[in-house]
């Protein structure tokens, strides 16, 4: 690994704490304004841009990904997520949404499928060493993060 990959990495690993740490303060702003009895929609009123709809990873709801195909519930779980994620992170999210599966190790079924979709259909690529959409990446396939 090159000087250059190691200081990219961890402005990556800068960015991820400050998008979660984002999504913390937007939930906390949320509150506040739930508790002062203002509706979201006199919030948004006041803000110049809306804010942004944040979706833990944790947050997959029973059933999300039950009548979809896999590549379907992968792109469906990015676009909730809206950031790269892992293998393991796909395939957990996957499983706690309800995809069904009598996979033995559903993990590397996830990779193989994700690996294959990629560079055939090209919905869902590489970003790194993770899985991401299309649209986060510059015409020069530059990362968006």
Known sequence: MSEHDASMDSYRTVLKDLKRRKKV???AIAGVTALLGESEAALQ???PVPL???QESGDVASGSFADLTLTEAAQRYLEMV???QSTAE???ALERGG???ES???RNTVRSVLDRHAKTVGEIVKVH???GLPKWTSDKGESWN
């Open 45 to 47: 009123a006041c803000l």
């Open 82 to 84: 809206n950031e790269p």
């Open 90 to 92: 796909i395939a957990e």
């Open 99 to 101: 995809y069904p599966t």
């Open 25 to 27: 303060i937007d939930a």
């Open 52 to 54: 942004p709809k944040t």
């Open 129 to 131: 060493k993770n899985w």
């Open 104 to 106: 033995r190790n559903f």
